[in-house]
């Protein structure tokens, strides 16, 4: 069982925004950062988000991050195919990861 | 553009050590402002953090795996590595080294991490006699 808690799955369609939470605790997400991976099929992860909102040079402004006290949340507008992977909220230091959400675009 | 090239072995017997390096290209292991850590993944399921380690030497493991764990860093060959002892079925995984910026305050004593925006290609390790 993870530290950090995620939807186990989402979808959604072409063009659609869709939004995946990440839940933890004061000793966690409440009191520190919170980065985002995507990791495509048969592909090693990739940031995808670090420091709560912060996107890498290359992350279209398609994915976007928020955090609210103990929770976190990654937002992905204009849904692409492109976008179908798995999807892991960190925690600052990425000593703990969520379980995932699988993104399926229908 | 920093590279990380993963190698060492995919098949390691139970009780045995599983030992795996990654070289950097593009970059230095000895550079003080990024740090390199290990991350695991068995077959369909998901992320696991096994440690970090800084261009100093200095590490922090998982404490779930610490008393298996010895990660080093050799900025000579500008790599650094990963030993994982007494494996069984259990540690069964794809296998990732991977690197990220920090900067450390010495003020506040506190570390500021920016994710692992570099990652190595991964090595499927099977723990099998």
């Known amino acids: 069982q993870s530290v950090l808690t995620q939807p186990p799955s989402a979808s959604g369609t072409p063009g659609q925004r869709v939004t995946i939470s990440c839940f933890g605790s004061s000793s966690n997400i409440g009191g520190n950062t919170v980065n985002w991976y995507q990791q495509l099929p048969g592909t090693a992860p990739k940031l995808l988000i670090y420091t709560n909102n912060q996107r890498p040079s290359g992350v279209p402004d398609r994915f976007s991050g928020s955090k609210s006290g103990t929770s976190a949340s990654l937002a992905i507008s204009g849904l692409q195919s492109e976008d179908e992977a798995d999807y892991y909220c960190a925690t600052w230091d990425d000593s703990f990861f969520g379980g995932g959400t699988k993104l399926t675009v229908l | 553009q920093v590279q990380l090239q993963q190698s060492g072995p995919g098949l390691v017997k139970p009780s045995q050590t599983l030992s795996l390096t990654c070289t950097v290209s593009?970059?230095?292991?000895?550079?003080?402002?990024?740090?390199w850590s290990w991350i695991r993944q068995p077959a369909g399921k998901g992320l696991e953090w096994i440690g970090r380690?800084?261009?100093?030497?200095?590490?922090n493991y998982n404490p779930s795996l610490k008393s298996r764990v010895t990660m080093s860093v050799d900025t000579s060959k500008n790599q650094f590595s990963l030993k994982l002892s007494s494996v069984t079925a259990a540690d069964t995984a794809v296998y990732y080294c991977a690197g990220g910026g920090y900067y450390y305050d010495s003020s506040s004593y506190s570390y500021y991490y920016y994710g692992l925006d570099v990652w190595g290609q991964g090595t499927t390790v099977i723990v099998s006699s």
């Open positions: 380690i800084y261009n100093s030497g200095s590490t």
């Open positions: 593009g970059g230095s292991t000895s550079s003080g402002s990024y740090y």
